[in-house]
C-alpha cells in the first residue's frame, strides 16, 4: 500500500509537468517562430517478487513477477514542424519556409532563431527586436557575397554611394518600317554618362537610303555635333533580317563624345529576342539600354528568397549590399531553449552548419511573412484533459491506499 502511494505520487509528479509543458504551448500559441514542445514518461525500476525460472523435463518455466515503482520523466521533446506564415507586408519581417534557424550574435554568443522580426538600428546594423544582431556576410565593391567567409553583423550602409560609370555600350532594338520611302528618317535618343556621372545626349539617326538599306548617323549636344560612327551602313535581307555590318555592331571612337572613351553600339545578334530587323509596319526602333551612370545614393533594399540584400539606388541601380546566413543541425531537437524563441547550440544538437538559404537542406526565405507558432490548439487542448485526467486517477490512487492504511490501524479498537 505504501509502495502504491509512493508510485502515484510519481503520476502526479509527471502528470503536473505535462500541464507545465501543455500550458507554456497554450501560452505561446501566437508567439512568433514558437517551437512547441511534448513530454514522454516511462516507467521506473521494477521491484522483483519472484524471478523466472528455467523450464526442465519434471517441471516447466515460470516467468517473473514484478511489481513496478511508478513513473517518471523520460524527457521533454521538441517539434520543429514548419508554422503557418502569416503576411505582414513588412519588408523586414522575413520567413523561413523550409529547414534552417537565423543566426544571431547576442551578448558575445550565437545564438539560433526562427523569429524573423527585425529591424534596423542607428548605426544601420539588422537587428531583432531584443537587438541581437543579425548574422551574415557583407558584400565586397563590386556585390559579390562569399558565402564561405566567416558570418559577421550585417549591416545596410545608410546613405552609401556608388560611383559613376562611363557608358562603354549601348544597345538598340526594334524594327525599321520596310514600306518606308527612301529618304525617311527616325530618331532615337539615350543618355550617356562620363567617368564623372556628367550626363551628355547622344542621338542616333536612321536614314533610308536605297531598298533594304538604312544609314546611321550621330550628334551629340545641343547645338548638335556630328558624331562619327563606324560600320554605319545597315541592310537586311528579304526576310528583314540583319546582314550587316557582318559583327552586328556600330562603334564611335574614344573621344568623340567630350569625356568619353569608345562606345559599342549593339544592333543585336542573329536570331536574339531584341535586335533590330526590318519589317512592314510602323517603326518600333529603340535604345534599349546603356551600361552608364551617374553616381547613385542608397534609397531603399529588399531581401530575395536566397538572403541576399539587394540596394537600390538613386541612379536606378541596384547591387547586391550583403547576404542573410542561415544555420542548419544535425539534430535540431538537441537545440536548448534560452528564450524570445531563441536557441543555443549544445553536445547533442551537432555544430551549426551556416550557409546560404536554398542551399545544403536549408529553406528559402518570404520577405514580408512571419512564421507562427507551430502550436496545435486542438491538440493542446486534448493533451490537457489528458493531463487533467492522469493527475486525478493518481490522487485516486493515494485516496484508495489511504483508506486501506485506514481499514489496517482500524482492526484493533
Given at each position: 500500500m505504501i509502495r502504491s502511494m509512493y508510485s502515484a505520487i510519481s503520476g502526479l509528479r509527471n502528470h503536473q509537468t505535462m500541464m507545465d509543458v501543455v500550458g507554456d504551448n497554450i501560452a505561446n500559441v501566437n508567439s512568433t517562430g514558437f517551437k512547441g514542445s511534448a513530454v514522454v514518461f516511462q516507467d521506473v525500476l521494477s521491484q522483483t517478487l519472484r524471478g523466472g525460472g528455467a523450464a526442465t523435463g519434471a517441471l516447466g518455466g515460470t516467468n517473473p513477477a514484478q511489481v513496478g515503482l511508478g513513473a517518471r520523466l523520460a524527457g521533454v521533446t521538441g517539434n520543429f514542424s514548419q508554422g503557418a506564415l502569416q503576411r505582414t507586408g513588412r519588408t523586414m519581417d522575413i520567413a523561413i519556409q523550409g529547414d534552417g534557424f537565423f543566426v544571431v550574435e547576442q551578448g558575445g554568443q550565437m545564438l539560433y532563431s526562427r523569429a524573423g522580426s527585425f529591424s534596423v538600428d542607428a548605426l544601420g546594423r539588422i537587428v531583432t527586436q531584443e537587438g541581437a544582431m543579425v548574422q551574415g556576410w557583407q558584400a565586397g565593391p563590386n556585390g559579390a557575397v562569399d558565402a564561405g567567409a566567416p558570418v559577421t553583423a550585417l549591416t545596410v550602409p545608410v546613405g552609401d554611394l556608388v560611383p559613376p560609370v562611363m557608358t562603354s555600350e549601348i544597345r538598340l532594338g526594334g524594327s525599321l518600317p520596310a514600306d518606308a520611302a527612301d529618304g525617311t528618317a527616325l530618331v532615337s535618343t539615350v543618355t550617356v554618362y562620363d567617368g564623372q556621372g556628367n550626363p551628355a545626349d547622344l542621338t542616333v539617326t536612321f536614314t533610308k537610303t536605297a531598298t533594304n538599306q538604312w544609314t546611321a548617323t550621330a550628334t551629340q549636344g545641343d547645338p548638335a555635333v556630328a558624331v562619327a560612327l563606324t560600320d554605319s551602313v545597315l541592310t537586311f535581307d528579304a526576310n528583314g533580317e540583319l546582314t550587316s555590318p557582318a559583327a552586328f555592331q556600330m562603334g564611335i571612337a574614344a573621344g568623340q563624345v567630350p569625356g568619353l572613351g569608345a562606345i559599342a553600339v549593339s544592333l543585336g545578334q542573329a536570331g536574339?529576342?531584341?535586335?533590330?530587323?526590318?519589317?512592314?509596319?510602323?517603326?518600333?526602333?529603340?535604345?534599349?539600354?546603356?551600361?552608364?551612370?551617374?553616381?547613385?545614393?542608397?534609397?531603399?533594399?529588399?531581401?530575395?528568397?536566397?538572403?541576399q540584400l539587394v540596394g537600390s539606388y538613386s541612379n536606378g541601380r541596384t547591387r547586391v549590399i550583403g547576404q542573410i546566413a542561415l544555420a542548419s543541425f544535425a539534430n535540431p531537437e538537441g537545440l536548448e531553449k534560452i528564450g524570445s524563441s531563441s536557441y543555443r547550440a549544445t553536445p547533442n544538437s551537432g555544430l551549426a552548419a551556416l550557409g546560404a538559404a536554398g542551399a545544403g537542406g536549408r529553406g528559402l526565405l518570404s520577405t514580408g511573412t512571419l512564421e507562427m507558432s507551430n502550436v496545435d490548439l486542438a491538440q493542446e487542448f486534448t493533451n490537457l484533459i489528458v493531463a487533467q485526467r492522469g493527475f486525478q486517477a493518481n490522487s485516486r490512487v493515494i485516496t484508495a491506499a489511504d483508506e486501506l492504511l485506514s481499514d489496517v490501524v482500524n482492526l484493533k479498537r
Amino acid at each position: 500500500m505504501i509502495r502504491s502511494m509512493y508510485s502515484a505520487i510519481s503520476g502526479l509528479r509527471n502528470h503536473q509537468t505535462m500541464m507545465d509543458v501543455v500550458g507554456d504551448n497554450i501560452a505561446n500559441v501566437n508567439s512568433t517562430g514558437f517551437k512547441g514542445s511534448a513530454v514522454v514518461f516511462q516507467d521506473v525500476l521494477s521491484q522483483t517478487l519472484r524471478g523466472g525460472g528455467a523450464a526442465t523435463g519434471a517441471l516447466g518455466g515460470t516467468n517473473p513477477a514484478q511489481v513496478g515503482l511508478g513513473a517518471r520523466l523520460a524527457g521533454v521533446t521538441g517539434n520543429f514542424s514548419q508554422g503557418a506564415l502569416q503576411r505582414t507586408g513588412r519588408t523586414m519581417d522575413i520567413a523561413i519556409q523550409g529547414d534552417g534557424f537565423f543566426v544571431v550574435e547576442q551578448g558575445g554568443q550565437m545564438l539560433y532563431s526562427r523569429a524573423g522580426s527585425f529591424s534596423v538600428d542607428a548605426l544601420g546594423r539588422i537587428v531583432t527586436q531584443e537587438g541581437a544582431m543579425v548574422q551574415g556576410w557583407q558584400a565586397g565593391p563590386n556585390g559579390a557575397v562569399d558565402a564561405g567567409a566567416p558570418v559577421t553583423a550585417l549591416t545596410v550602409p545608410v546613405g552609401d554611394l556608388v560611383p559613376p560609370v562611363m557608358t562603354s555600350e549601348i544597345r538598340l532594338g526594334g524594327s525599321l518600317p520596310a514600306d518606308a520611302a527612301d529618304g525617311t528618317a527616325l530618331v532615337s535618343t539615350v543618355t550617356v554618362y562620363d567617368g564623372q556621372g556628367n550626363p551628355a545626349d547622344l542621338t542616333v539617326t536612321f536614314t533610308k537610303t536605297a531598298t533594304n538599306q538604312w544609314t546611321a548617323t550621330a550628334t551629340q549636344g545641343d547645338p548638335a555635333v556630328a558624331v562619327a560612327l563606324t560600320d554605319s551602313v545597315l541592310t537586311f535581307d528579304a526576310n528583314g533580317e540583319l546582314t550587316s555590318p557582318a559583327a552586328f555592331q556600330m562603334g564611335i571612337a574614344a573621344g568623340q563624345v567630350p569625356g568619353l572613351g569608345a562606345i559599342a553600339v549593339s544592333l543585336g545578334q542573329a536570331g536574339a529576342t531584341e535586335r533590330i530587323t526590318q519589317l512592314g509596319g510602323k517603326s518600333t526602333i529603340k535604345v534599349l539600354d546603356q551600361d552608364g551612370s551617374a553616381a547613385g545614393s542608397l534609397q531603399s533594399f529588399n531581401v530575395s528568397q536566397d538572403g541576399q540584400l539587394v540596394g537600390s539606388y538613386s541612379n536606378g541601380r541596384t547591387r547586391v549590399i550583403g547576404q542573410i546566413a542561415l544555420a542548419s543541425f544535425a539534430n535540431p531537437e538537441g537545440l536548448e531553449k534560452i528564450g524570445s524563441s531563441s536557441y543555443r547550440a549544445t553536445p547533442n544538437s551537432g555544430l551549426a552548419a551556416l550557409g546560404a538559404a536554398g542551399a545544403g537542406g536549408r529553406g528559402l526565405l518570404s520577405t514580408g511573412t512571419l512564421e507562427m507558432s507551430n502550436v496545435d490548439l486542438a491538440q493542446e487542448f486534448t493533451n490537457l484533459i489528458v493531463a487533467q485526467r492522469g493527475f486525478q486517477a493518481n490522487s485516486r490512487v493515494i485516496t484508495a491506499a489511504d483508506e486501506l492504511l485506514s481499514d489496517v490501524v482500524n482492526l484493533k479498537r
